[in-house]
């Protein structure tokens, strides 16, 4: 293992690669098509009320994409259903569920760079987590030659398992705010959620939208504010619309956001919370592949287990052959009963923000969403096809709902976390 040298990985608390290999470097992304992501759906019943579509978007914001569908079918946000959210600057294609909504109405629709075709129908309408898995073909482009002979290296490294952190998007690609805003929510500080969302600037904005959002932080005259940051920033522009007509309602500015995205922020602080469980395993020297007593074991068939002083070797010998994989529970509203080192840590870390197991019950009921904690590998590994063609390398893989393509990434190239975005 290595540490990166990076301060926005250690911001997010992504602190470690999971080898020694040089990176090869280059830069993800140079265009939408060197990302591409197939999303594996989950088998449909064929009838009901849903309409199951395939979207394929090009460079598109997930939240953006589902509200302009939204848009021109003239339904709420609500009506529309997906699986996950995918990279914006990408080539993806996923799933989404339409109630109430015939084919012929989503044959007349037209995009720029959007495609949508009906393809099923079904019982349910699909909710977050509601895929197999996704299909990653990506290019890395601009690699430090030198390096590529670390490849096969690399390679055998993620198949074996690397840490499985949440990645930078699930913090905000551009703007890596969402666990700070959660943590706020969490906390019933809605003026301060409100004041980062809004008053945080993006590090490659104009500087007229940075010295807009600085007034705004400083002064919170939404009115100005509302007056001087430009229409494409809708969410922004749709608080501050709340609050001008509503002087001081914060916890109502929120409510405007989109039910998913605010449900987003609560489960990006719970995310911070996991990865720095994974980094602080790494400061004690203890091994993703190495459990120590009170580490939760999950196994191939979703049996769950509980690593003991004697039951040690026994549990060791099941993670090298893969039969098992070392896993935390990540706090929430519901308790945890006898909690092990990582959930101790995570719950420590969580009080130490002024946040306890209470703050989630209680942004549930605000939220109208259960946050009562999950439980996700330490490990992530995958089987990959790696190639190289120049300065390129091509990577080909598949992973299960909830893992990071750019975590996978970022282990080959080791490099500042923006060529990643």
Not at 174 to 196: D, F
Not at 219 to 243: I, N, Q, S, W, Y
Not at 285 to 292: I, N, R, S
Request: hydrophobic share 35%.
């Amino acid at each position: 293992m290595m540490p990166s040298p990076y301060p926005l990985e250690h911001e997010l608390q992504m602190r470690y690669y999971g080898d020694d290999h040089p990176g090869i470097g280059g830069k993800l992304r140079t265009s939408p098509e060197d990302f591409v992501v197939e999303e594996i759906p989950k088998p449909f019943t064929g009838t009901g009320p849903y309409l199951i579509c395939t979207v394929t978007r090009r460079s598109w914001e997930h939240q953006h994409a589902i509200q302009e569908i939204a848009k021109r079918l003239g339904i709420s946000r609500k009506r529309i259903g997906w699986a996950g959210t995918k990279d914006r600057n990408a080539v993806a294609t996923h799933y989404i569920s339409l109630y109430k909504v015939e084919a012929d109405q989503v044959r007349a629709l037209s995009f720029k760079d959007m495609t949508i075709e009906p393809v099923n129908r079904h019982q349910f309408g699909i909710s977050l987590g509601d895929l197999e898995g996704n299909r990653f073909t990506i290019s890395i482009r601009g690699c430090e030659r030198e390096n590529l002979t670390h490849l096969p290296g690399i390679t055998e490294t993620v198949q074996a398992g690397i840490p499985n952190y949440f990645g930078l998007q699930r913090f905000g690609a551009q703007k890596p705010i969402t666990h700070r805003v959660g943590s706020a929510i969490l906390r019933g500080e809605y003026r301060e959620a409100v004041n980062i969302y809004i008053g945080d600037p993006f590090p490659h904005e104009d500087e007229e939208v940075k010295a807009a959002r600085a007034a705004f932080r400083d002064t919170g005259d939404a009115r100005e504010a509302l007056h001087t940051l430009p229409v494409r920033l809708g969410f922004e522009r749709a608080m501050l619309d709340h609050l001008s007509k509503h002087e001081g309602d914060h916890r109502g500015a929120l409510k405007v956001l989109p039910p998913k995205l605010l449900t987003m922020f609560v489960s990006a602080w719970q995310s911070y919370l996991f990865n720095a469980a994974i980094s602080d395993r790494f400061d004690r020297a203890l091994p993703l592949h190495e459990p120590e007593a009170g580490d939760t074991l999950v196994y191939l068939n979703g049996r769950t287990d509980r690593a003991t002083e004697k039951n040690l070797p026994t549990a060791r010998q099941h993670i090298i052959r893969g039969r098992a994989m070392i896993a935390a529970f990540m706090p929430g509203g519901a308790s945890i009963s006898n909690p092990g080192p990582m959930e101790e840590y995570m719950l420590r870390l969580s009080e130490e923000a002024g946040i306890g197991s209470g703050a989630f019950r209680e942004a549930a009921g605000y939220l109208e969403c259960a946050f009562d904690g999950s439980i996700r590998p330490i490990v992530l590994r995958t089987e990959i096809h790696a190639e190289t063609e120049s300065d390129t390398a091509r990577l080909t893989f598949t992973l299960p709902p909830g893992h990071y393509a750019t975590s996978v990434c970022r282990e080959f190239m080791k490099g500042d976390p923006v060529s990643l975005v």
